[in-house]
């Protein structure tokens, strides 16, 4: 696991610059504290921070081949390094490190762009090919790793993080309005936009090729959802058994420490029992609870508890507590844009304490996405029902109604579902899916962004973002659509994102073997029927379920890692968040309208409305623009 920069001048008469790669490489010594190379040639430069996990003595980066002609640098994990290892000795490459990474070059060496193919894993790698005098850059199927990019004039700057690129004095810090308006409707910024404007994120399935011509960027995989309804759910639960302990097994390689996040769920809870079975030795496990006013949250530390006791593992839990301002800083500098989902402050405080005990991590990651586990899903799957009810009806009575309900006290959602459920009614299923990932409406903009903010957004592009998966005809279900969504931008930009900048600012490496692409290419033939039955979610991973884990685990509320954020801005938060969104500091950029910040702190505090979601996205947007602006 690594940082990895690098440039490429597109008139090759001119040098790539070795201190600006010094200077980036050492912006991202938390993601790599244990070691530091570059390598520059002519008008090309890499440069990697190792986190040492595979290959620990041998694996300095950048990595050449025989001739050294190609150059790597990498940032991840690849799993099937042994198997393609193999393949390559026989056909004569010869090998020089016990690196999972020197692979990449080989395989470069022998297929081209689509050595991508080969490769199982999370990553994102670089490789400076002199014979060609190109640059080959590629990010892992799902987005598990990140890679930022920048054009500038005649110059390409990349790197894993966009702290690295921000070393280049030169590069502008304009704000990209879009990418503003995407993160307050959304609480993350999705791929392509950055929150600047001259700084993207490649894509997930995308490389880029550099060289004297220009820029090429392709799109190497995508899958599709086509459900096998030969298939009996026996048939499917075996075959994922199998192939989710062959995954997890994988995800076990590792010359370092290694543990689990255990949330009391069913994903890490079958995590933890696929290692248990994989695992000569105990599994160490990581939990958090919640102390401060939590209202109606579940803490799930006792359902971890039963998980770790069935399976003897080494068990350690924190409780986190609502002070905010004492990490804000650090998770904002971790993300270097906007990033405002809660899950952010126990995912600090549980990388944190896994930092303690390990060097990596897994985690149940990704199985909602693929089995259906979000309220969403069971709203969109009844929505259809819904719309039987005479139009009159819905919008003269049910819609009025709903409206005027508080939202419970407890911090619970149930509500506000409720109500999105029932303004999202009257729309295309695209649009209406679209409703329930939004927190911003046309309304609410009118009345939040200043006048100058809102000459310059396009909302339709906004939305547009959470509809153009679902219209893709690469899953006709309406719950797949849903799913196929989610898995090209929820998860990649919001989940994946907040797992690997926060890891890896602990120097932490986190592992998601539910996000393994043949396993989620295997989840899509899976009926959505089985999926979500009636109001079960996650039927299908439930009734597997039973084997492994406790019925109490199984059958509990859902909550996860999320936070009592609704209850914390009532209470313990309470008095923060109005100091840091007071007049005074709104006025330092003036890009919304001062009054609206009081008037959502005090329909959330007065229970009329639940924006938490808003109010911290505020929150997290000052912070960062006080530091990076």
């Not at 990581?286 to 579940?298: A, C, K, N, S, V």
């Not at 679209?434 to 609410?444: F, I, Q, W």
Request: proline share 4%; glycine share 8%; aromatic share 12%.
């Amino acid at each position: 696991m690594c940082g990895i920069v690098g440039s490429y001048q597109f008139d090759q008469q001119k040098r790539a610059d070795p201190a600006l790669l010094l200077k980036m490489c050492d912006r991202l010594r938390h993601r790599g504290p244990d070691d530091q190379g570059q390598y520059t040639w002519q008008n090309a430069g890499l440069g990697a921070r190792r986190l040492s996990i595979i290959g620990v003595e041998t694996g300095h980066q950048p990595i050449p081949n025989e001739d050294k002609s190609l150059w790597v640098v990498q940032n991840g994990e690849i799993y099937n390094y042994l198997e393609i290892k193999d393949e390559l000795v026989k056909k004569g490459h010869k090998f020089t490190t016990t690196s999972d990474t020197e692979c990449i070059v080989h395989l470069y060496e022998e297929y081209g762009e689509d050595c991508v193919r080969h490769l199982r894993g999370m990553f994102a790698f670089a490789i400076l090919n002199q014979r060609e005098n190109s640059l080959f850059i590629a990010r892992d199927r799902l987005g598990i790793k990140p890679l930022f990019y920048s054009m500038q004039g005649d110059r390409i700057l990349f790197a894993s993080e966009m702290k690295a690129l921000l070393e280049d004095e030169t590069l502008s810090r304009e704000i990209d309005f879009s990418a503003l308006d995407a993160f307050f409707t959304y609480s993350y910024i999705p791929s392509p936009l950055t929150i600047f404007k001259n700084i993207r994120k490649l894509e997930a399935g995308q490389w880029i090729r550099c060289d004297s011509s220009g820029i090429k960027i392709e799109r190497y995989w995508d899958f599709e959802f086509h459900p096998d309804l030969r298939k009996s759910e026996a048939d499917f639960t075996h075959e994922f058994t199998h192939l989710f302990d062959e995954t997890v097994k994988s995800h076990l390689m590792s010359e370092v420490p290694l543990g689990v996040f255990l949330s009391g769920g069913v994903d890490s809870g079958m995590v933890v029992a696929s290692m248990a079975r994989s695992s000569s030795s105990p599994v160490r496990a990581f939990t958090m609870g919640f102390g401060g006013r939590i209202g109606g949250y579940l803490d799930e530390r006792a359902f971890a508890k039963q998980v770790a006791g069935r399976y003897g593992v080494e068990y350690h839990e924190f409780e986190v507590q609502p002070h905010l301002e004492d990490i804000i800083d650090f998770i904002v500098e971790s993300f270097d844009e906007p990033f405002a989902d809660d899950s952010v402050i126990p995912t600090y405080y549980i990388c944190k304490l896994a930092k303690q005990h390990v060097t990596v991590a897994l985690t149940g990651l990704g199985g909602d996405e693929l089995f259906g586990g979000y309220e969403r899903y069971l709203g969109l799957a009844l929505s259809d029902h819904y719309q039987r009810i005479p139009a009159v009806l819905r919008r003269g009575i049910v819609r009025p109604l709903i409206g005027m309900l508080p939202e419970q006290s407890s911090g619970h959602y149930r509500i506000n579902h409720l109500k999105r459920f029932v303004r999202s009614a009257d729309e295309n299923p695209a649009d209406r899916y679209g409703g329930y990932l939004s927190v911003l409406d046309e309304k609410t903009r009118r009345e939040f962004y200043s006048e100058e903010v809102l000459e310059q957004l396009r909302p339709a592009e906004t939305e547009r973002l959470a509809t153009q998966h679902f219209a893709s005809s690469n899953a006709k279900d309406l719950l797949d659509r849903a799913m196929y969504q989610d898995l090209k931008m929820y998860l990649p930009d919001d989940i994946l994102a907040l797992s690997d900048r926060l890891s890896m600012h602990h120097s932490l490496e986190l592992r998601v073997p539910f996000v393994d692409h043949k396993l989620v290419e295997f989840c899509a033939t899976i009926p959505s029927g089985m999926k979500i039955r009636g109001l079960k979610k996650k039927y299908l991973l439930k009734k597997m379920a039973r084997e492994f884990l406790p019925p109490e685990v199984i059958n509990h509320r859902k909550q996860g890692f999320g936070s009592p954020m609704a209850s914390w801005l009532r209470n313990d938060l309470k008095d923060y968040s109005e100091e840091l969104l007071s007049p005074s500091n709104l006025r330092k950029h003036g890009l919304f309208k001062q009054d609206f910040a009081k008037k959502i702190l005090q329909e959330h505090i007065g229970g009329r409305e639940l924006n938490d979601k808003l109010i911290f996205s505020l929150m997290i947007f000052q912070k960062w623009y006080e530091m990076y602006c």
